[in-house]
């Protein structure tokens, strides 16, 4: 603010004011005769004095004074306060930067985190998903509830299909509230089985032990029966029904499988599974119609595009390989199913290594110099001769392998003693056949022993 133009205006409003008086205005004082001729001379030559000639009365200049000392005390406490507060911003500006930039880097460090939990869970499917899901939790990266984890593994892009089935298919009472929770994201109203199926064995693959499959079949079950209520009469019928079309679609576009069932074959199967009576036989024509013109799919993330020939492995893992003609040991992920074993170099790829078919094979344990927890598969009727395999060599080719027996290195004791055992139960049926089985027996048995 220009205080001198303030006090410039103000003198010459009291000089307006001067002349103002002078025109006609009468005053009236103790010493001085207002209404005389000589007295208004007087006052008016003092008043031009004065106010013509630039000098003020002098209380007049007293109070003018003051006031611009106290104007110059508030511009002054003004300019204080403007400094002061334009210091409180810079410090308030500097305090959001380092806010914003902290806040940055607990982002960038939440990310690497969760990425980092994604990848655990990743790294090894029959093992180390659950590591992953615990690294999440305790990092406060994922709500430690069963809905919570189910929706992380139901939406979350880049995980492992193979690793969500194993982890869902633990017997643990978190696993099976988690399982749950996971199902109950599924809607199945208004589909009939296989379309259901189709949307349930799209979001994970199923383990190769049979009680993970038993456990998540079940919980399949209940959901389908909740949402399409009235078409079983129980969810056992739908649980045999369902296993029986997985192992439909297996034998139907499994090339390994030479006799292909027939629909009389696939209804002759299912009767009398629906409480000691028989489904509609439009209903089956319509399940394996379907099944015949469209196989079951999975994810590419799963490994491969056999997707028939992956689809339910009977046990899967990491494992060692001696080569046959260079006598290295390479890690490789081996999986079981359909009588052969399959091994790959990742558990991403889409074709394998090696293809090792189990027939006129038998498997035992073995001692070697340099490795432990060893099995050993060979032809007990052909022996020194080269087992029928094949694998690709580096240019991608197919050829055949140069093995007259394979070696293999577990892990532990334990493992090698159950790779032994799935691979002498591959060689001799398929485990689905008694889950499916057994669930038969017990709605048969049940139906005839009500009153």
Same mark, same amino acid.
């Given at each position: 603010?220009?205080?001198?133009?303030?006090?410039?205006?103000?003198?010459?409003?009291?000089?307006?004011?001067?002349?103002?008086?002078?025109?006609?205005?009468?005053?009236?004082?103790?010493?001085?005769?207002?209404?005389?001729?000589?007295?208004?001379?007087?006052?008016?030559?003092?008043?031009?004095?004065?106010?013509?000639?630039?000098?003020?009365?002098?209380?007049?200049?007293?109070?003018?004074?003051?006031?611009?000392?106290?104007?110059?005390?508030?511009?002054?406490?003004?300019?204080?306060?403007?400094?002061?507060?334009?210091?409180?911003?810079?410090?308030?500006?500097?305090?959001?930067?380092?806010?914003?930039?902290?806040?940055?880097?607990?982002?960038?460090?939440?990310?690497?985190?969760?990425?980092?939990?994604?990848?655990?869970?990743?790294?090894?499917?029959?093992?180390?998903?659950?590591?992953?899901?615990?690294?999440?939790?305790?990092?406060?990266?994922?709500?430690?509830?069963?809905?919570?984890?189910?929706?992380?593994?139901?939406?979350?892009?880049?995980?492992?299909?193979?690793?969500?089935?194993?982890?869902?298919?633990?017997?643990?009472?978190?696993?099976?509230?988690?399982?749950?929770?996971?199902?109950?994201?599924?809607?199945?109203?208004?589909?009939?089985?296989?379309?259901?199926?189709?949307?349930?064995?799209?979001?994970?693959?199923?383990?190769?032990?049979?009680?993970?499959?038993?456990?998540?079949?079940?919980?399949?079950?209940? $959901?389908?029966? /909740?949402?399409?209520?009235?078409? +079983?009469?129980? #969810? *056992?019928? %739908?649980?045999?029904?369902?296993?029986?079309?997985?192992?439909?679609?297996?034998?139907?576009?499994?090339?390994?499988?030479?006799?292909?069932?027939?629909?009389?074959?696939?209804?002759?199967?299912?009767?009398?599974?629906?409480?000691?009576?028989?489904?509609?036989?439009?209903?089956?024509?319509?399940?394996?119609?379907?099944?015949?013109?469209?196989?079951?799919?999975?994810?590419?993330?799963?490994?491969?595009?056999?997707?028939?020939?992956?689809?339910?492995?009977?046990?899967?893992?990491?494992?060692?390989?001696?080569?046959? $003609?260079?006598? /290295?040991?390479?890690?490789?992920? +081996?999986?079981? #199913? *359909?009588? %052969?074993?399959?091994?790959?170099?990742?558990?991403?790829?889409?074709?394998?290594?090696?293809?090792?078919?189990?027939?006129?094979?038998?498997?035992?344990?073995?001692?070697?110099?340099?490795?432990?927890?060893?099995?050993?598969?060979?032809?007990?009727?052909?022996?020194?001769?080269?087992?029928?395999?094949?694998?690709?060599?580096?240019?991608?080719?197919?050829?055949?392998?140069?093995?007259?027996?394979?070696?293999?290195?577990?892990?532990?004791?334990?493992?090698?003693?159950?790779?032994?055992?799935?691979?002498?139960?591959?060689?001799?049926?398929?485990?689905?056949?008694?889950?499916?089985?057994?669930?038969?027996?017990?709605?048969?048995?049940?139906?005839?022993?009500?009153?």
């Amino acid at each position: 603010m220009d205080y001198s133009l303030e006090l410039n205006y103000r003198v010459s409003y009291v000089v307006r004011g001067a002349d103002k008086m002078d025109s006609g205005c009468s005053y009236s004082g103790s010493n001085t005769d207002m209404t005389s001729p000589s007295g208004t001379s007087s006052m008016g030559t003092q008043r031009k004095d004065s106010f013509l000639w630039g000098k003020a009365p002098a209380g007049f200049i007293q109070v003018e004074k003051k006031q611009t000392e106290g104007m110059k005390v508030h511009k002054n406490d003004i300019l204080d306060d403007i400094q002061k507060l334009r210091m409180d911003i810079e410090n308030v500006m500097t305090e959001i930067h380092t806010m914003e930039s902290n806040q940055e880097n607990k982002n960038v460090v939440r990310a690497k985190r969760f990425l980092c939990g994604k990848k655990k869970f990743n790294m090894d499917p029959v093992k180390a998903s659950a590591k992953g899901i615990q690294y999440l939790l305790n990092n406060d990266l994922l709500e430690n509830t069963p809905e919570a984890v189910a929706e992380f593994l139901y939406k979350e892009e880049g995980l492992g299909k193979t690793a969500i089935g194993n982890f869902l298919g633990e017997r643990e009472e978190f696993h099976l509230q988690i399982l749950k929770a996971f199902v109950d994201l599924h809607e199945f109203s208004d589909l009939n089985l296989v379309q259901a199926l189709r949307q349930f064995l799209w979001s994970f693959r199923l383990p190769g032990e049979a009680q993970k499959i038993d456990r998540m079949m079940e919980a399949f079950a209940q $959901r389908y029966c /909740t949402c399409n209520t009235g078409v +079983f009469q129980s #969810t *056992d019928t %739908c649980y045999i029904l369902s296993f029986s079309i997985i192992m439909l679609n297996t034998s139907l576009h499994n090339p390994n499988v030479k006799d292909k069932p027939s629909l009389e074959r696939f209804i002759s199967m299912n009767r009398s599974i629906n409480n000691g009576g028989d489904l509609p036989s439009d209903l089956l024509t319509k399940l394996f119609e379907s099944i015949k013109n469209e196989p079951f799919k999975i994810p590419e993330d799963d490994g491969n595009d056999l997707t028939h020939t992956f689809f339910n492995p009977d046990r899967e893992g990491w494992l060692l390989k001696e080569g046959g $003609r260079v006598k /290295t040991w390479k890690r490789r992920w +081996f999986i079981l #199913t *359909d009588s %052969c074993l399959y091994y790959f170099q990742y558990t991403t790829d889409k074709e394998p290594k090696g293809i090792i078919p189990l027939e006129n094979l038998c498997v035992k344990e073995v001692d070697d110099p340099h490795k432990q927890f060893c099995l050993e598969l060979s032809n007990p009727h052909c022996r020194g001769q080269k087992i029928k395999a094949c694998k690709t060599d580096p240019d991608g080719r197919v050829v055949m392998g140069k093995h007259q027996s394979y070696r293999i290195s577990a892990a532990s004791a334990e493992e090698r003693d159950d790779w032994v055992e799935a691979i002498r139960a591959c060689i001799t049926k398929d485990p689905f056949y008694d889950l499916v089985s057994a669930r038969r027996k017990r709605v048969i048995s049940s139906v005839y022993t009500e009153p």
